[in-house]
């Protein structure tokens, strides 16, 4: 049997890590059923994990060290979703020109109906 995970992230109000003196971290409780399993926090400098029932010591490290771990024991495999096609520039302008154009066709359309109704 499968075990099921549930992960739940605290954002902070906003998410920004990189600033000097920043006292932002993402931090992911990670979830086994009803039990806790524990959190990691992700913060500007460093990556800790912190098992339930363990409040004094975290697994500490910067994200080199973070790095060196998931390469290690995750292996490596090919994605199984479909990558979504990459839109070029001139695309996306000719995407959003139909857009603004369906807009203001339709804004066009609002204001015939409320000009008509104030005649009628």
């Known amino acids: 049997m499968a ?6 992230a605290h954002l902070p109000g906003s998410i920004e ?3 000097r003196k920043s006292q932002n971290a993402l931090k992911i409780d990670v979830k086994m059923g009803d039990s806790k ?20 010591n975290a697994h500490r490290g910067d994200w080199e060290k973070f790095a060196e771990i998931l390469e290690k024991y ?11 096609p990459v839109e070029s ?6 995407r959003k020109a139909k857009k603004r154009a369906a807009a203001k066709k339709a804004r066009a ?4 109906k409320k000009a008509a109704a104030r005649r009628s």
């Open 37 to 56: 399993e524990g959190t990691l926090v992700i913060a500007r400098g460093t990556v800790e994990w912190w098992p339930e029932r363990n409040k004094v």
């Open 109 to 112: 359309t609002i204001r015939k």
């Open 74 to 84: 995750l292996p490596q495999r090919r994605s199984t979703r479909e990558r979504q």
């Open 3 to 8: 075990k099921k995970f549930k992960v739940v």
């Open 89 to 94: 520039a001139a695309e996306r302008r000719e």
């Open 17 to 19: 890590l990189t600033k």
